[in-house]
Structures are given as C-alpha cells and as structure tokens.
C-alpha cells in the first residue's frame, strides 16, 4: 500500500456528534451555518432536504459508528498505519458499492464533504488544465454550487450551509466567520435560468434550444454543469441537454449535478443519464436521509485530468483518498509531508453512512415512491384551497417528493417559513429563494410524516387566518 511508506501524520479527529450541534444564539448560528434549535425540538415536522441536519438512525447506527469509533481508537493507541487500513478498506468497498450501483466498473470515485465541495474540487481540476476557464449552468442550482464554479481561490467552506455535518472524523475544523452574502457571479460562470419573466418554467423544448444558442455564442467553454432534477422539483432533460453539449462542445466536459435525484428517481434512470456524461454528482444527505457527504461517479481518464488540480496545490484542502488514485493519493500524502504539515483524511464514518443509504434506497425505492406519491397528491389538493399558494409545476416532469409553490405577494414566501418555525413545535420547510419560493419535502422515512403534513396545514390556516398578514385565504 502506497502509504505504507509515507510519514503520515493526521490533524486531530474533529469529534462532533452524531446529532450535529446547534447554537441559541440564532444570529451567530446563521452566521456559522449551524442549527439554531435543538434536533429534538425540530425533527418530528422537518419537510425539509432529508437528512441535512442529521441522518437516519439506521444509516449512523451499526457499521458507521463502528468504523468511527474503531478509527478513533486507533488514533489514540498511535496506530496511525492501522487506522489507514481501515480507512482504505472502507472506501474500497464503498467505491465498488456505487460503480455497481452506476453500472460501470470501469469508473472512478471521487469523495469530499458535501456536493459542492465536489463540483469545486472538479472545477478546480478542470481549471488546472490551463488556458481561460469558463462553465456553464442553470439557475435552482444553490449559492454553494455558484460559487464552487466561480470563486474557486475559496472554498465553499467559507460560504454558511444550513447544515452542520456529523461526526466528521478527521475532517477540516469548522470555519467560524463563513461569508453569508455571495458575491456577483464573475462571466466566467453562465447561468441559464429554468424560469420566464413571470416567475413560470420554461418548457423543456425551449430549455434545450436556449442552451444550445448560448453554447454556439460562447467561446471558450470548459466544464458544462447539467441540472437532474431543480430544487423546486422539477426534472430536467439531462440525457437530451448533454446530447447537445457534447455535439456543439466538445471540447468541453458535461457532468450532472444528481444531488437532488439520487434517491428521488429511479436507479435505471440515474445510470442513463450518468451515462451521457462525464460525471455524476451526488449526496447522502438529501433524498437519501444518510450523513453529510459528497461523491462523483466520474468516467475513466476523468479522475486523471481533475487529479492535476491535487498536483498543482490547486486543493483548498488536501485530503487523503479523496482520489481513487493511489498515484495521485501518494503524491497528495507525499507533498503534504515534505510541507510539514498534518493530512486531514475523507470521513470514512460519512462513506459508510451513503452506502447504507444508497442500498436502502436501491432495494425499497418503489416502497417509498409511493407513499410520497400518495401523499403528494393529498398534500397538492389541501394547498389548493389556499388562493394566494401557487403550486409550481407547469407542463415540467415534476418528482414525485417535492412541492414547489410560489406566492402572492411574493414576500409572503419568507413570511410563511418564518411563522411555521415559530410554532411549537416548529414545522421546517426549505426555502428556494429569499422572497417568493417555497418548497415541502415529502419524506416517505419520516415516522411522524402524517403529524407533519397535518401540522403544516394547521400552520398555514392559522397563517392567512392572521390579521397582520400580508397575505389572504
């Protein structure tokens, strides 16, 4: 084994819990991207992303906690080439796991601590092939996307997440003063936005025909960041999308950022379009409900060409068997260790957690896409009788787990989300934009999914019953 031979030394584990943390202090607490109530308090009515402020407990219980607390221990005995072999171990299989599960051996698998840590780590290595860098992507993507692809001297670290990850075993220490506020997108990043002017999808014929006129008209392109399915629900042509870029561009790599589809659509589904690219990208905290993490499934020679960003010092942090590669692990271990610096490792206990996710959901996917549609339907057809709640949906495939609605006045979106956590307990849906989307997450593993959707209702009724509200029934 290549790090057999090298002189590793490990920054300290980061011994958080399994629960994550939060902080009363609601202004630092935004501030930091922490939790500002405790879980117990929050989780029983969370429509929100599964899994984004803590996992399942079948996906943290048994072998995740095992490999951490196996790992830990042998930390502390100075076992440090030991801990490596559990480490190593870990993400081989987890690595074989997921090119089965993608359908393609051949592949190689690439680890970091969230999604768009994975996108800038992609974009960082397709940037140190030289020459101007541009990208090209679509609106409903996040801020921490934007800026994996357009401020790649940070790390999306440095940008405050809803979340805080679990257990992180030898991850990076948490950044304490994040920047709240995205700077403006430099043109190097072109977005497409999914919507019109009035705030309705575009359809998909249009949605593919303005991509293809921006791929004609810009010069330059290098990496294409493709959309499965929008966080307001909506899925996109991704396998039609890449078709186009890959005929009109290409020069440049197309990658698919999956990270609200894996879980969410079928698996026959998430391979097709896997295999129209050069890459998928994907979470375990989302759809799936696992710990916080990212991965890409990327085709062979891809992990050769962003492992040149590892070459150059181009990494914000240099992680041990992040890369499949144990040329290009032994060169970041190496490289490390002449610098005199401590290695931080991928979190194996995290890997796990996906795994164990990612086979739930291949084996009971129908199970589950039922009770969400099921559910869906019963939902949609309350949230009509609301007149100032818009279900967003247009002529789009939408999935089947996600309610998307936009509202009248547009400001009365926030207001909603701010009076549903206010109550007690507090009902948690996710926002889309600052002003005028909101978004329910029907999540077929909550136990108290019927509780949750009846306590939504009643938060809804009891806000446009409101006097004081802007907005009526």
């Known amino acids: 084994m290549w790090y057999k031979e ?34 117990k308090e929050i989780a029983p009515f969370w429509l929100a992303n599964a899994g984004i402020t803590r996992p399942y407990p079948q996906f943290i219980l048994g072998k995740p906690m095992q490999v951490y607390g196996r790992m830990l221990r042998l930390y502390q005995k100075g076992d ?3 801990l490596l072999d559990v480490q190593e171990e870990e993400l081989k299989n987890a690595r074989r796991f997921i090119k089965t599960a993608f359908g393609d051996e051949r592949a190689s698998v690439l680890f970091d601590s969230n999604g768009s840590c994975v996108i800038s780590t992609i ?7 030289g020459g ?10 996040g801020r921490l996307v934007y800026s994996a692809l357009g401020f790649e001297a940070k790390s999306v670290s440095h940008f405050a997440q809803n979340f805080d990850q679990p257990i992180a075993l030898f991850d990076h220490d948490p950044v304490e003063n994040k920047l709240t506020a995205l700077p403006e997108l430099p043109p190097s990043v072109i977005v497409i936005d999914i919507f019109d002017k009035s705030g309705n999808y575009v359809s998909d014929e249009r949605l593919c025909g303005e991509l293809e006129m921006r791929l004609k008209a810009e010069r330059g392109l290098k990496m294409i960041l493709l959309l499965h399915v929008a966080r307001t629900g909506r899925v996109m042509p991704v396998g039609e999308m890449a078709q186009i870029a890959k005929a009109v561009c290409p020069q440049a790599s197309v990658f698919i950022d999956g990270c609200q589809a894996v879980g969410r ?14 890459g998928y990208v994907f979470v375990g905290h989302k759809a799936l409900g696992s710990m916080v993490c990212g991965a890409a499934v990327l085709k062979e020679g891809m992990e050769e060409r962003i492992g040149e960003a590892a070459r150059r010092n181009a990494l914000f942090y240099s992680r041990l068997f992040q890369f499949e590669s144990p040329l290009i692990n032994s060169e970041i271990a190496a490289r490390v260790a002449s610098a005199g610096k401590a290695a931080y490792l991928v979190s194996a206990p995290e890997i796990v957690s996906l795994v164990l996710a990612l086979e739930d ?26 007149r100032s709640l818009s279900i967003i949906n247009g002529n789009c495939r939408q999935i089947d787990d996600i309610i998307s609605f936009s509202t009248r006045p547009r400001g009365a979106a926030s207001q909603i989300k701010e009076h549903l956590q206010r109550l007690s307990p507090p009902v948690t849906i996710a926002p889309i934009s600052d002003n ?18 009846s306590a939504l209702l009643d938060g809804l009724r009891s806000f446009f019953s409101n006097p004081g509200a ?3 029934r």
Not at 123 to 129: H, V
Not at 361 to 385: G, T
């Open 132 to 141: 101007d860098f541009k990208a090209l992507t679509f609106t409903s993507q």
């Open 123 to 129: 974009a960082k290595g397709i940037r140190a092939g």
């Open 80 to 82: 440090i080439p030991g």
């Open 361 to 386: 959901s291949l084996a009971k996917f129908d199970f589950y896409a039922q009770i969400a549609r099921r559910k869906r339907d019963e939902l949609m057809a309350a949230l009509r009788r609301f």
């Open 436 to 453: 005028w989307v909101g978004r329910i997450a029907i999540d077929p593993k909550l136990p108290f999914l019927d509780e949750a959707l």
């Open 6 to 39: 090298a002189r590793i030394a490990l920054n300290p584990p980061v011994k958080r819990s399994a629960v994550g943390t939060w902080i009363a202090d609601r202004e630092k607490a935004m501030r930091v991207g922490a939790r500002y109530r405790p879980w």
């Open 265 to 278: 659509l079928g698996f026959d589904e998430i391979r097709q379009a896997y295999a129209s690219s050069d």
């Open 470 to 472: 802007k907005a009526g």
